[in-house]
């Protein structure tokens, strides 16, 4: 499944099998709309059914999308998880993350559980995605890359584990964590005054 937007006002996804691709079904379009509206992930298939999560206008929705035997899809039902922020990742358990009223959240059974923060405040904390074991990654506002071992957990930067030798002199942001727990994103190089892609591998 690939999910996405079109001319920044229509959420869509697509679905990819050996036999050919399908789609995009459209989730959601507003051409009034005065926030962006993209469909931002979404998980594995249960039982013929798909979530996506995203952000539709200034709010964080959820839609679940139906796969038919045929190979095609359809749009089953949607939902608002909050009035006010955005969903940008989610696992294959339905826990979502993202930021809703401003605070870092993550979204389980459809209620949000605020992140634990550390200096700087929590606010600043950005979600960007979540594994099945539960491990957050993002970015604060001062574009340093986090990450959080657990919901409960308080968010950690990722520079601490820099080497002196690294081709980096900043993580500014961690962008997906994978089923295995390694975090990709992008960092800073002040040798080459570029971004630059990192993998964390976790020991």
Do not use: H
């Not at 030798?165 to 975090?183: C, F, K, M, P, T």
């Amino acid at each position: 499944m690939i999910c996405g937007r079109a001319d920044g006002d229509t959420a869509i996804v697509w679905r990819v099998t050996e036999a050919g691709i399908w789609g995009p079904l459209v989730l959601e379009s507003d051409p009034d709309a005065e926030y962006e509206i993209i469909a931002e992930a979404v998980s594995d298939q249960v039982g013929g059914v798909v979530t996506v999560v995203g952000d539709s206008n200034g709010s964080a929705k959820m839609w679940t999308v139906t796969l038919t035997e045929e190979g095609g899809l359809e749009l089953n039902s949607e939902s608002i998880l909050s009035s006010s922020g955005a969903a940008e990742g989610i696992n294959n358990l339905g826990k979502v993350c993202g930021r809703a009223l401003g605070e870092p959240v993550v979204w389980i059974g459809g209620i949000p559980l605020i992140l634990a923060g550390e200096q700087p405040p929590r606010y600043l904390g950005y979600p960007y995605d979540i594994n099945d074991d539960g491990v957050v990654v993002g970015y604060t506002f001062i574009t340093s890359a986090v990450v959080w071992s657990s919901p409960e957990a308080n968010m950690v930067r990722l520079d601490k584990y820099l080497k002196n030798n690294s081709s980096l002199d900043y993580l500014n942001v961690a962008r997906a964590v994978s089923e295995s727990g390694e975090i990709v994103g992008y960092g800073w190089s002040n040798d080459t005054s570029s971004k630059a892609a990192f993998l964390a591998i976790p020991k």
